[in-house]
C-alpha cells in the first residue's frame, strides 16, 4: 500500500482521497473540504510575504495545508502543521502533504486542541481551518477565552477563539464556520462576536452558498481573521450565496469562473475599493460596512444582513393592476365551484340525504376486475438522464399527486422521440395514478390538461374501466384513510416500500350501482375542484400582498439603514384598495 501510495503524485492522490471519502461514507466531521473551497481559502490567506509556518488545527485529509502549499510552489515550503483527533485521519494527512513535497509536523489530540495536554503551542504565520460545525467536545468552559465563554451547546466560538490565541502578530487565519455562527442570538456568542469586532479581528465574512460540503445540509460562511488592531473602523462583507451550479441532485460547486470574482471582490474590498453591483452582477456581491453598521445590527456578522442576495424589485402600479385583476378572477372561479357543490349536495340521494347512505349489501368485487393496472416505464426506459428541460412533454412523478390532482409538472419534461417510445405509458383523461413507490397511497385523476403526458416508474395507472364503473367513485374510494392505510401496509412488507400491481389488484372495491356511483363521484370530485380554486384563490392573494407591499415599501429598504415610513404615491384610487 505504502510503495502504490508513494507513485502517486498530488492529482492521484486527490483523486485517491475523494474515492476512499465516497465509498468509506465519511460523515461531516471527516469529510474532505472540496477542492476548490481548499483553493479559495488558500488564496484568501494570501500567498504575498511567503509565510515561515501554515498550520490546520483540525487536518482531515490535509487538504487545506495542500492547497497552501501549492500556493507557495514556487518559493521554499513553509513548516507545516497538521492537528486531528483521528489517528487514522492524520495519517492520510500527513501522506497527502509529503506527496506535495513537504514533511508535516503531527499532532494527535485527543478531542480538541485547546484540551490538550500540550498547551504550549506553537504559532502560526496562516491558519487554515474547516473544523467541525456545530459540534460539542465539551470542557470548553475551563479555559481561559480572550473573548468570554462559548457556550456549552457547540464550539464554533472556542474554535474562533483558539485559531485566534495561535495567531502570530500580522498573521491571517481563514476559517470556515456554520451560518449561524455569524447571526445566533445566543447571548454568548453574540457577546464574543461584540468583542472581536471590536477588537479589530474580523477582517471579512464570506457567505457561501449552499450545498458545497458533504455530510451536511449546513449553509457556511468563511471567517477571515487578523491579530488585534483596535482601530480597525469596518468590516467587508460579501454574498455570494448566488455563485455555483449544482453538478448533482444534491451537491454544488463553485466554479474557476466564480472563484476568480470572489477573490477579486475580497482583494478590492480589502484594498480599500468598492464593488459595485452594477458592473459585476448578483453572482458575488460585496461592501465594506462602517462599524457603526454593525452596531447597529448589534453585532451580527451575517453578509446577508449588508448585502442583499437578490436584487430590489421594482413593483409598478400596472403589477398591483394585475395581481388585482388575477385575483378577482381567482374569486369568481371559486364562487362558480362554491355554486357546483352546493347544486350536488341538494341533487338528492347521497348529496341530499347522507344520513341514509349506506354501502352494506352492494356488491365487492376485486380492483383487476374492475379496470387495467400498469405499472410505469422501468428506469432502464426512463430515467432521469431522458429528462430535457427544453423537452415537451411531461413526466408526472410521486410528488406532483396532491389533493387527489396532478399539480405543477414543470420541472420533469422529456423530448418528443422519447414519449413516442414510450407511448404505451401516455396517459388519457380518467386515468387515474396512484403512488407505487417511496411515499405509497397518493392518488390523482387526470384531467384534460395532462393528455399525454408520461407516467413514471414509481407510479401504477389504472385505466380501460368497466363500463359500470366511474372512475371518479374509484378514486374517492381509494382516499378513503382505511384504504391508504392498506395500501401502506402491504408496500411495508417489501425491502423498499413498494406496493406491487398484482397487489393492488386484489383490493376489494364495494361497486354500487353506477347512477349512484356518477352521484358520490360527481359531489367528491367537485369538493376538489372546490379545494382548488380557492387554493388559487389564497395564491392571488398572496401575491397581490406582495405587490402592494413592494410598491408601497419596497423603496424604503436597504441594506443597513432603518427603514423609514414614507408610503409611496401610487396614484391609484382608494377604491377597492386595502386601507
Known amino acids: 500500500m505504502l510503495v502504490l501510495i508513494g507513485a502517486l503524485d498530488r492529482v492521484d492522490f486527490r483523486k485517491f482521497l475523494d474515492r476512499f471519502a465516497e465509498e468509506d461514507s465519511l460523515d461531516s466531521r471527516e469529510t474532505f473540504t472540496p477542492k476548490g473551497i481548499a483553493a479559495l481559502l488558500s488564496r484568501i490567506a494570501g500567498a504575498e510575504g511567503a509565510p515561515q509556518r501554515v498550520h490546520d ?339 408526472v412523478l410521486p410528488k406532483h399527486l396532491r389533493d387527489r390532482r396532478i399539480c405543477d409538472v414543470v420541472d420533469s419534461r422529456t423530448s418528443d422521440d422519447v414519449a413516442r417510445r414510450l407511448n404505451r405509458f401516455r396517459l388519457h383523461e380518467g386515468d387515474i395514478l396512484c403512488a407505487r413507490t417511496g411515499t405509497v397511497g397518493p392518488s390523482a385523476l387526470v384531467d384534460a390538461s395532462h393528455e399525454g403526458a408520461l407516467f413514471h416508474g414509481n407510479l401504477l395507472r389504472l385505466y380501460e374501466f368497466a363500463s359500470d364503473v366511474d372512475p371518479r367513485y374509484i378514486l374517492a374510494f381509494l382516499s378513503l384513510p382505511q384504504v391508504v392505510v392498506w395500501i401502506k401496509g402491504r408496500a411495508a412488507m417489501t425491502t423498499v416500500a413498494s406496493i406491487k400491481g398484482s397487489t393492488l389488484r386484489q383490493l376489494l372495491v364495494p361497486v354500487p350501482p353506477l347512477q349512484e356511483q356518477r352521484r358520490v363521484g360527481a359531489l367528491l370530485h367537485s369538493l376538489d375542484q372546490q379545494v382548488a380554486a380557492h387554493l388559487r384563490v389564497a395564491e392571488e392573494a398572496d401575491r397581490a400582498h406582495r405587490n402592494l407591499t413592494g410598491l408601497w415599501l419596497g423603496d424604503e429598504v436597504s441594506p443597513g439603514e432603518p427603514a423609514t415610513t414614507r408610503i409611496a404615491t401610487t396614484g391609484l384610487s382608494d377604491e377597492g384598495m386595502l386601507k
Open 57 to 395: 488545527p483540525y487536518a482531515r485529509g490535509g487538504e487545506l495545508l495542500t492547497a497552501a502549499l501549492d500556493a507557495y510552489a514556487d518559493r521554499p515550503h513553509p513548516e507545516v502543521c497538521a492537528v486531528s483527533p483521528h489517528t487514522g485521519m492524520l495519517r492520510l494527512a500527513a501522506m497527502n502533504v509529503m506527496v506535495h513535497g513537504a514533511v508535516p509536523e503531527l499532532r494527535n489530540d485527543a478531542v480538541v486542541p485547546w484540551l490538550s495536554a500540550d498547551r504550549d503551542q506553537p504559532r502560526a504565520d496562516r491558519i487554515l481551518a474547516n473544523p467541525p460545525f456545530n459540534a460539542s467536545a465539551g470542557g470548553s468552559a475551563h479555559v481561559e477565552w480572550r473573548y468570554g465563554d462559548p457556550p456549552p451547546s457547540n464550539d464554533n466560538f472556542a474554535w474562533l477563539q483558539y485559531v485566534l490565541s495561535t495567531l502570530r502578530p500580522g498573521g491571517r487565519a481563514v476559517v470556515v464556520m456554520a451560518d449561524n455562527a455569524a447571526a445566533s442570538d445566543q447571548p454568548k456568542e453574540r457577546e464574543i462576536r461584540r468583542a472581536m469586532v471590536e477588537d479589530g479581528v474580523v477582517e471579512c465574512v464570506i457567505a457561501l452558498p449552499s450545498k458545497l460540503f458533504t455530510g451536511t445540509k449546513v449553509s457556511a460562511c468563511i471567517w477571515v481573521l487578523g491579530t488585534p488592531t483596535p482601530h480597525r473602523d469596518h468590516v467587508q462583507f460579501i454574498n455570494a450565496r448566488n455563485a455555483g451550479e449544482m453538478v448533482t441532485r444534491t451537491r454544488r460547486e463553485l466554479g474557476q469562473e466564480d472563484m476568480e470574482l470572489l477573490l477579486h471582490a475580497y482583494r478590492s474590498l480589502r484594498d480599500g475599493g468598492t464593488w459595485p453591483r452594477e458592473e459585476h452582477g448578483d453572482h458575488v456581491m460585496g461592501r465594506t460596512v462602517p462599524l457603526a453598521e454593525v452596531r447597529f445590527r448589534h453585532y451580527s456578522l451575517s453578509p446577508v444582513d449588508y448585502v442583499d442576495a437578490a436584487p430590489q424589485a421594482t413593483t409598478t402600479v400596472e403589477d398591483v393592476i394585475d395581481a388585482r385583476a388575477e385575483l378577482l378572477r381567482a374569486q369568481d372561479i371559486a364562487a362558480d365551484r362554491d355554486r357546483l357543490v352546493e347544486s350536488h349536495w341538494r341533487g338528492g340521494g347521497p348529496a341530499g340525504d347522507t344520513g341514509q347512505w349506506s354501502s352494506r349489501g352492494w356488491e365487492r368485487r376485486e380492483l383487476g376486475s374492475l379496470c387495467t393496472v400498469q405499472a410505469g416505464p422501468s428506469p432502464s426506459l426512463l430515467h432521469t438522464g431522458l429528462f430535457d428541460s427544453w423537452g415537451v412533454v411531461p413526466v
